[in-house]
C-alpha cells in the first residue's frame, strides 16, 4: 500500500504509455492553449473561434491550378431541416465513373468544416487512387442535435448515389469514412444504411472514431488530461449532442455506436487509434464486437499517438506509417471490388 507523509493511504497514480518521441514534441510546441478542456461555459467561444481560425478552401483553392473538378452542392434534407451542402472533388479530365469516397470532418460534433480536409484527402487519396470525395457539411451540435447531424450525412450519400451517373460515382464502389466525430458518424452511417437498406456501401473507414457517449472505459479515465482531448472537452460534446439523453440507457447505437448490440452485416472497416488517446479502448472494442457478429474489420494501434497525432505531427514517422496504411486499405478494397463476384445483398 502506499502511504502518504502523513501516513494515510494515497491512491496509485495509473500508469499511462509513453508518447512517441516525435509526437511529443509536436505536443509540446503547441502549447497549453489549444488542449484547454472544452466545457458548457465556454463551449460557444470555442465553437466562434473555431469558425474564424479553421482554414476554410474556396472552390478556386481546392482545384489546385486545374487539377481537380470541384462542385459545391445544395442538395434536399430527407426529414425537416435545410437543404445539405456537399462539396465534390475528382480528378480532371477523367470520365468514366469512379470509386467515391463519402467524408465527415472530425470537431466532436460541435466544430470543423467540410472544406478543410479536403487538401489532405485530395493529395493523399484522390490522385493516387483515382477517386472521387464527397465531402459533407452537416450541422453541429448544440444547435442541431441528433437525429440532426446523422441525417444529414445520410440524405447527402443517398442523393449522392441516386444522382451517380451526373457525379461520375462507381455507386458499387462507395466508401463511407470520417475522423474522430467524423468517425463516429461514419460508424453511425454505416448502421443506418445496413437497417434502411440503402444505399450500398463497400466499406468503412474510421479513423480514431468518437463512438461512446458513455464516457466509462478506462482509456478515458487513463488518457484524460494527456495529449489533445480529455474527458471534460468528451463529455462537453456529447451533451450538446445528445442533451438530457446523454448517458441515459436508451441512447440509440445510430447516435453513439459503442451502444450497438448487433453489428452484424456491416461493410468491411478499417479502424484506427492511438494507445496514448482516451477513445482507444472504445474503438478496440468496436472492432472486437465486429469480429465477434462475423464481419471484417482491420484495427490498428499506433504506439504512443495520441488522439489526431498525424495532422499535428505530419512528418513523424508514425504519421507516415498511418497514412500509408490507411492507403493500403482503401487500395487493397477498391483492387478486390473489381475481381470478386458480386457482393450479396444486405
Request: charge should be negative.
Amino acid at each position: 500500500m502506499d502511504l502518504s507523509p502523513t501516513g494515510t493511504s494515497a491512491p496509485r497514480p495509473t500508469p499511462v504509455p509513453p508518447f512517441d518521441p516525435e509526437l511529443s514534441v509536436a505536443l509540446e510546441s503547441l502549447g497549453n492553449g489549444p488542449r484547454a478542456p472544452v466545457t458548457p461555459e465556454n463551449l460557444a467561444a470555442r465553437q466562434e473561434r473555431d469558425a474564424a481560425t479553421r482554414p476554410r478552401p474556396t472552390a478556386e483553392d481546392l482545384r489546385a491550378d486545374g487539377r481537380f473538378e470541384v462542385t459545391e452542392l445544395s442538395v434536399p434534407a430527407l426529414r425537416d431541416g435545410p437543404d445539405v451542402t456537399l462539396v465534390s472533388v475528382r480528378p480532371a479530365g477523367r470520365e468514366g465513373p469512379l470509386p467515391l469516397l463519402y467524408y465527415m470532418h472530425g470537431g466532436a460534433m460541435i466544430m470543423g468544416n467540410a472544406w478543410s480536409v479536403l487538401p489532405r484527402i485530395q493529395r493523399e487519396w484522390v490522385l493516387p487512387l483515382d477517386m472521387c470525395v464527397i465531402s459533407v457539411e452537416y450541422r453541429l451540435a448544440p444547435q442541431t442535435r441528433y437525429p440532426g447531424p446523422l441525417e444529414d450525412c445520410y440524405a447527402g450519400l443517398l442523393w449522392a448515389t441516386e444522382h451517380a451517373a451526373e457525379l461520375g460515382i462507381d455507386t458499387d464502389r462507395v466508401i463511407i469514412g470520417g475522423k474522430s466525430a467524423g468517425g463516429g458518424l461514419a460508424a453511425a452511417l454505416a448502421l443506418l444504411v445496413r437497417d434502411r437498406g440503402v444505399p450500398d456501401v463497400l466499406g468503412q473507414l474510421l479513423l480514431c472514431p468518437m463512438l461512446d457517449d458513455r464516457g466509462h472505459t478506462f482509456s478515458s479515465h487513463q488518457m484524460s488530461g494527456l495529449g489533445m482531448w480529455d474527458l471534460i472537452s468528451n463529455e462537453t460534446a456529447w451533451k450538446a449532442l445528445l442533451g438530457d439523453r446523454h448517458g441515459a440507457a436508451d441512447v440509440p447505437p445510430y447516435a453513439a455506436p459503442a451502444r450497438a448490440t448487433d453489428l452484424s452485416g456491416l461493410p468491411p472497416a478499417f479502424i484506427d487509434v492511438g494507445s496514448a488517446e482516451m477513445f482507444r479502448d472504445e474503438d478496440v472494442a468496436y472492432a472486437n464486437a465486429i469480429w465477434q457478429s462475423g464481419g471484417q474489420a482491420e484495427l490498428h494501434v499506433w504506439p504512443g499517438a495520441y488522439h489526431g497525432f498525424d495532422g499535428l505531427a505530419p512528418q513523424a514517422a508514425i504519421s507516415k506509417d498511418a497514412r500509408d496504411a490507411r492507403t493500403r486499405w482503401l487500395r487493397r478494397l477498391l483492387t478486390h471490388s473489381r475481381s470478386t463476384e458480386p457482393r450479396p445483398a444486405g
